[in-house]
DNA sequence: ACAAATATAATAGTATTACTATCATAATAT
DNA sequence: ATATTATGATAGTAATACTATTATATTTGT
């Protein structure tokens, strides 16, 4: 993936932030240190006087980059979900069989990442722990149906329904290619989870991975 | 339901709590009180202080039923999941066809949750509402880990186990009986919130409920 | 009926969080 | 060289999530 994405800058919601945090080294700072902060000590343990004193720099300042740490893991997450998103159009624009196609794209979006260095301040494997962990916090909240008018959650559901569309392709008499989509990509972030913490509740480890799991499943549904 | 659940109490882990909520009046009240606070404002917003208010008690008396929110929190999960497990055990239990029996389970666990008078002090209703929007934050933590070798989340557990027996029982070839069943729960529970909050990123609404889909789901991938 | 035990209530106090506001200083742009 | 903007330092506030102590009910055992 390294190549192209250099070049390319993910476009987040400007009412995300407060200042855009690619516009400055601090900026860059914060989002680099923040994603190992939370990833290690988790989102609630997170504040944003523990980063500024990790970034040699001051609470008040963090401030005028995001007004709090749920807009920040708003922030980051659809950082997230607009990286799968380039991978998932760039590598599946050149496939013509719509099986394949699909068969694809649910690799890309269900899989476990593994190192990338595109972007230098942002490491991706530790970021997608942290949308495993934390995702499901950012709109599990009673504040979703505010947000979500406000746009912060776009990247997101563009990519469910990428995916809906390209199941459609496969198989348009489906009945339920939205909430499919859906399943296969919250139910990647839930079995990856669970190989992690409830090993009893999933049939993924190491070596059979969500991918397997969800592309058979995908395949029976469509057939 | 209601016939037998009347003499019936749903056993939770004695660690959950510090003092038996079911042993005494006040311990009634919290719990009562608590779901519809929780289920009004949020687990976030929602404090012991301000139930404390509500109750026309004291914060401090609530601090010996339950160590903090957390608790009360994993106290009223199991719960729910104890209740659904009395339900599926009981309604499947004299079910002789292995795919009626699977068809019904899947039924009692993904339904939306309409009246149920047989515990006075317990809204079912609002309780499953906040099992919707909570329930994933009463696992996703750094305690994780911890909290599952106490124990925490047997019920839950034990429910999963349940569903993935039956889904073997039904065909003992599938290779992802546990997946399956993690995603059932899961999934029911995520695609009740996209019905809610996220329309287009589910087929799922008044009529079509996510107990449609996932029995077709689940009846094509076991066929 | 009375003392002892137990449950609940009231009050106070602490460290931390999640901010806001103000002012000083450093970097940069014109 | 000056004005603008970004960052840093400090202080302050209300609320949270508790703990500790003491007082007052209520229940129970004899």
Redesign the interface.
């Known amino acids: 993936m390294e190549h192209l994405l250099r070049s390319v800058k993910i476009e987040i919601n400007d009412k995300i932030y407060v200042k855009d945090p690619e516009s400055s080294d601090l900026g860059k700072r914060i989002i680099e240190k923040s994603i190992l902060m939370i990833s290690e ?2 989102f ?2 997170f504040t944003f006087k523990k980063l500024g004193t990790k970034i040699g720099s001051n609470e008040s300042s963090i401030y005028r980059y995001f007004e709090n740490k749920h807009k920040l893991l708003l922030y980051l997450t659809s950082w997230y979900w607009g990286w799968l998103e380039y991978q998932l159009v760039f590598t599946t624009n050149s496939i013509a069989d719509t099986k394949r196609k699909l068969e694809k794209a649910i690799e890309i979006v269900t899989k476990t990442t593994v190192e990338d260095s595109s972007f230098s301040h942002i490491n991706e494997v530790l970021l997608s722990s942290i949308v495993i ?2 995702y ?2 950012s ?4 504040e ?2 505010v947000e ?1 008018k406000e746009g912060y ?1 776009v990247i997101y ?1 563009r990519l ?2 990428r995916l809906s569309a390209m199941i459609r392709e496969v198989n348009a008499d489906y ?9 296969i990509l ?2 990647s972030l ?2 990856h ?2 190989k992690d ?2 090993s ?5 480890h190491k070596d ?1 991975d ?1 991918t397997r ?1 969800f592309l ?2 995908v395949s ?2 469509l057939k």
Not at 200 to 204: I, N, R
């Open positions: 000590m988790g609630e343990s962990n934390e499901s916090k709109y599990l909240t009673k979703v149906d979500n959650f559901k469910v329904t009945k339920y290619p939205n909430s499919l989509a859906s399943t919250e139910g839930h079995q989870f669970l913490h409830f009893s509740l999933t049939d993924c059979v969500p799991y058979h499943l029976t549904i």
